[in-house]
């Protein structure tokens, strides 16, 4: 016992040393970015233009960007934490043979864009992407909403905020500090993270047909957060179970069977 005592001092002073390194460099184990370039080209498409944009804040972002066909609404995608934009070249193809726009964003510190990524930074560059293509005829109301995994966070805070056309939520998140909680049960991060990410309290707000795509042996976001955040959705909404898949899957039949079902339900868009 008195052994425990003399060292109870050190292992306390040892635990909050590591705490404060935790908080201070919590961005740099947060975000996983692949900051290679990737041309469009070099990723195997046609018909998609890289566009470089600068922010209000003086960060250059990358991003791909290729029209849609007449009558037929632009996805916007927001990817996960992983990779660069150039590692969802398949997903762009598969909608552009839809007749689909697609608007690739690349984050901050990924792929080419430079600056630091954070939640407000990563939420405000993707309003302004939306304000950008308002500006290229393309309104809110013929935009459909793509988040992946992280990417899932920001598009449900934009189509809480926008009259989007529809959602789409790949692996989503109830709220990535829930997510950082199941991971690590004994850091205090409800405490200390900064980029929270709170998705669940912002679905109610979203009136927008939504669809959920989630595996039921994801790995890194739980499967019943997205059955939570289908939960306090409003309808119209639809869910994708996909069995014994892991975190983020190539689009397969069913999904993408979900997909085109979203897409036959929205009217055309008169010219």
Known sequence: MWLIRAAAPALILAYAAFLTYVTFTQRSMLFRPDTEHVDPKAAG???????????????????????????????????????????????????????CGVLMVEYRGYGGSTGTPSEHALKADARLMLDRLAAKGYPSDRLILFGESLGSGIAVELASQRPVAALILDSP???????????????????????????????????????????????????????RMFAAANDPKSFVRLRGASHVTPLND????????????IPAIPR
């Open 173 to 227: 998140y109830t709220a990535l500090v829930d997510v950082a909680a199941e991971r690590l049960p004994l850091i205090p991060v409800r405490l200390l993270m900064w980029d929270r990410f709170l998705s669940l309290p912002k679905i109610a707000s979203v009136h927008a047909p939504l669809l959920i795509i989630h595996g039921d042996a994801d790995d890194v976001v739980p499967f019943a957060m997205g059955e």
């Open 45 to 99: 498409l046609t018909g998609v233009v890289e566009e470089l944009v600068e922010t209000p804040d003086g960060a250059k972002l990358v991003t791909w960007w290729t029209p849609p066909e007449p009558g037929r609404p632009v996805i916007v995608y927001f990817h996960g934490n992983g990779g660069n934009i150039s590692y969802r070249a398949a997903r762009v193809a598969y909608f552009q043979r839809h007749g």
């Open 254 to 265: 069913l999904s993408k069977s979900a997909i085109e079902k979203l897409l036959r339900s």
